[in-house]
């Protein structure tokens, strides 16, 4: 089964960086389409960034140009390096992964993602 771990939360002033880390552990024939999730307090989870397993990135607009989403070429450690940060990143983020069925196409924000880490928040102060 697969196992989601983040880490790399924690405090750091408007205008700072943070590089947030998921480690996945499981066997898998297909590759992933991995992504991050943020939830803020009494708000739905929303959907930061995606990436294929052929390299294609998708981003939301609210983090677009600041964020980047990346991964070995083996999908066992994703990376998020978040720029800019503003106070309405502050949140709880995770990881999520869900198998591609052979089609690195079907990576969308739309799926329904299987696997989930437990969380790291960020918070960002002004």
């Known amino acids: 089964q697969v196992q989601l771990v983040e880490s790399g939360g924690g405090s750091v002033q408007s205008g700072g960086s943070l590089t947030l880390s998921c480690a996945r552990s499981?066997?898998?024939?297909?590759?992933?389409?991995m992504a991050w999730f943020r939830q803020r307090t009494g708000q739905e989870r929303e959907w930061v960034a995606t990436?294929?397993?052929?390299?294609?990135?998708d981003y939301a607009e609210s983090v677009q140009g600041r964020f980047t989403i990346s991964a070995d070429i083996l999908q066992t450690n994703i990376s998020l390096q978040m720029n800019s940060l503003e106070f309405d990143d502050t949140a709880m983020y995770y990881c999520?992964?869900?198998?591609?069925?052979?089609?690195?196409?079907?990576?969308?924000?739309?799926?329904?993602?299987?696997?989930w880490g437990p969380g790291t928040q960020v918070t960002v102060s002004s």
């Open positions: 990436l294929n397993s052929d390299g294609g990135t």
């Open positions: 999520a992964a869900e198998d591609d069925g052979g089609d690195y196409e079907y990576c969308s924000p739309s799926l329904n993602f299987t696997y």
């Open positions: 499981g066997m898998t024939y297909y590759g992933f389409c």
